[in-house]
Nanobody, 126 residues
Framework: QVQLVESGGGLVQPGDSLRLSCAAP????????MAWFRQAPGKEREGVSC????????SYADSVKGRFTISRDSEKNMVYLQMNSLKPEDTAVYYC???????????????????WGKGTLVTVSA
């Protein structure tokens, strides 16, 4: 049963923007911490951003601070990642993940996630 579904990836040029979406058709994520991870070819999966259940606390990897914004719409059971000023080094498969705890101090660590999507590919290239 599909639990998290990412969409919005694609091929863009450096400096462009993309908005990734994560739907949870089979889960209720209202009370969960949600996160975005990414994995570039030949590299380990890394935490990009996360948001607590209330949406009041967000965290970002240093590499994306000031460029990416995570948000959620609990009514729609959706999580978003707005990515601006994209760089070639942002190229990766982006994954949505759920930590079923409402708040997590380690929400950028993959080991704490309970559910994962299959990912959406973002390619930034001139």
């Amino acid at each position: 049963q599909v639990q998290l579904v990412e969409s919005g990836g694609g091929l863009v040029q450096p400096g462009d923007s993309l908005r990734l979406s994560c739907a949870a058709p089979a889960l209720t994520i209202r009370y969960s911490t949600m996160a975005w991870f990414r994995q570039a070819p030949g590299k380990e999966r890394e935490g990009v951003s996360c948001i607590t259940s209330s949406g009041s606390v967000t965290s970002y990897a240093d590499s994306v601070k000031g460029r990416f914004t995570i948000s959620r719409d609990s009514e729609k059971n959706m999580v978003y990642l707005q990515m601006n000023s994209l760089k070639p080094e942002d190229t990766a498969v982006y994954y949505c993940a759920e930590d079923t705890r409402p708040y997590s101090s380690s929400c950028l660590e993959a080991r704490t996630m309970d559910h994962w999507g299959k990912g959406t590919l973002v390619t930034v290239s001139a």
